[in-house]
């Protein structure tokens, strides 16, 4: 008789209690006949804050909790002692402000099995606060493309908000997130990157949904437009990284024709939404992170 498969999900966090609790709560309730599951999380505060409520949810979990302190603030560093704690077929990401629908992990782990998918990606649906502007809503600033249930994901979609990974293939490669990423994000793109040049099938489980809080203070225009620019500067630093003369032009071109577009959609402004607007604001910031990580690598959002 077949063995069941085995899956670790791992959880790095970091001084968000409430949110945590409401994950673990959402994990519990997970619907996981015919898996193996185990629950791997890292706290990346060097004061550990999340140990005693990790402590407190050993008691009673279904699955087994493995709690690791991983003290310095860099969160390649914190995914990768994750991937060390690994000893399961699979292993899932999902964020510590996330919660997770019933038929999340069992979701993943099926698409996975049948298809023979190496990464198999889920929606991250946002809930939004009360008293954000309602452009906000209908520009679509914290929603993410979703697919139909089979549907190959493409490279720039992969992230690991929501994620299951075949252990075995990037065990056998070596693969860990790069750490000098670990304070301007982006470590997730050049990770799947990998993979993806490696041959990994890559699809999409539209039933393993999950729900992320957008904190109020991440609903400003402020915060819009550093993420915007953080994005380009990393983009561009994989691109010098990579050493590919086709990338850096290719990089370069996009700083042009983001111009461009802004310049000709300016023009139309006073005739367009707000939301419209803010895109063309947005995409100016790109350019600029652009510019910034040609000359001095990625911006540092989290340090």
Not at 147 to 174: C, K, M, W
Request: hydrophobic share 45%; glycine share 6%; charged share 20%.
């Amino acid at each position: 008789m077949a063995e069941l498969p085995s899956v670790t999900v791992i959880v790095c966090t970091y001084r968000r209690p409430r949110q945590l609790q409401a994950l673990l709560d959402s994990l519990a309730l997970q619907h996981v006949e015919g898996l193996r599951p185990c629950l791997c999380i890292v706290d990346n505060d060097a004061e550990q804050s999340a140990r005693e409520l990790v402590a407190q949810a050993q008691q009673d979990f279904p699955w087994p909790i493995q709690y690791i302190s991983q003290p310095v603030k860099n969160i390649a560093l914190t995914r990768n002692a994750g991937l060390s704690a690994v000893k399961s077929d699979y292993l899932a990401f999902v964020d510590d402000d996330e919660i997770a629908c019933s038929v999340w992990l069992s979701s993943l782990v099926f698409l996975a099995q049948k298809e023979s998918a190496q990464l198999v990606f889920g929606p991250v649906l946002p809930v939004y606060p009360e008293n954000i502007a309602a452009w906000m809503i209908e520009g679509k600033f914290f929603e993410r493309p979703r697919h139909n249930t089979g549907h190959y994901v493409p490279v720039g979609e992969a992230r690991t908000g929501n994620v299951l990974i075949d252990s075995a293939f990037i065990q056998n490669h070596g693969w860990k997130f790069d750490e000098k990423l670990g304070l301007s994000g982006g470590e997730d793109s050049a990770f799947f990157e990998n993979m993806y040049r490696a041959g990994a099938l890559a699809l999409w489980a539209d039933e393993a949904e999950v729900f992320e809080e957008v904190p109020v203070d991440r609903a400003t225009v402020g915060w819009l437009l550093r993420r915007s620019f953080r994005i380009g500067s990393v983009e561009a630093s994989l691109a010098c990284a990579r050493g590919s003369m086709w990338q850096i032009c290719r990089i370069i071109s996009k700083i042009g024709y983001l111009i461009v577009r802004s310049v000709i959609l300016a023009v139309a402004m006073p005739f367009r939404k707000k939301s419209d607007n803010f895109k063309v604001l947005r995409s100016i910031s790109l350019a600029a992170g652009i510019c910034y990580g040609l000359i001095a690598g990625p911006y540092n959002e989290y340090k």
